[in-house]
């Protein structure tokens, strides 16, 4: 059971003074591919030694209304192989967020940008593997990703625009 002052998820809208942000609730509502390139010019070919792997990750958020988040995960991933391409690997998986509560605009953006990436990255690394696999060669184990570590770095590299974009 819950109290009259609490959300569905169990957060209340409101914090107690000087006890920091307002307990804020996301809600993944849901989860989709929005583009997906994979480019194998080396096929049938395996190369001969472990291919050098160079990935990006790009996570983003927009604000669709009062309420919505559409938050994407923009990863690209090259392999070479004796200087030759093995694959190029481009995905954008996004998510349709709720976010409930009325939280302050640079709490919002850690949310969006630290929570949400974290439930989709687990799906977008299952996309990688099985994409490369698919493609004739081992499947690629993208390492987890610490979405607070990131985005500090982006934030201490002046990086982070300020808010989310809007629709």
């Given at each position: 059971m ?114 949400a990436?974290q ?38 590299e ?10």
């Open positions: 819950s109290d009259g002052g609490n959300s569905t998820n169990g957060s209340t809208n409101e914090a107690p003074a000087g006890e920091g942000p307002p307990d804020v609730g996301i809600q993944a509502i849901s989860q989709y591919i929005k583009d997906l390139s994979f480019e194998n010019p080396a096929a049938p070919m395996t190369p001969n030694a472990p291919p050098q792997i160079e990935f990006t990750l790009d996570p983003a958020a927009r604000k669709l209304d009062e309420q919505h988040y559409e938050v994407e995960l923009k990863l690209r991933i090259s392999a070479k192989s004796e200087e030759r391409p093995v694959f190029l690997l481009e995905l954008i998986y996004a998510g349709l967020f709720m976010v409930h509560g009325s939280p302050p605009e640079d709490f919002l953006q850690q949310v969006l940008l630290i929570d990436p439930l989709l990255f687990p799906f977008a690394r299952r996309i990688v593997s099985d994409t490369v696999r698919d493609g004739g060669m081992p499947p690629l184990l993208l390492t987890p990703i610490n979405f607070a570590a990131l985005y500090r770095a982006r934030a201490a002046g990086q982070l625009q300020g808010g989310t974009q809007s629709a």
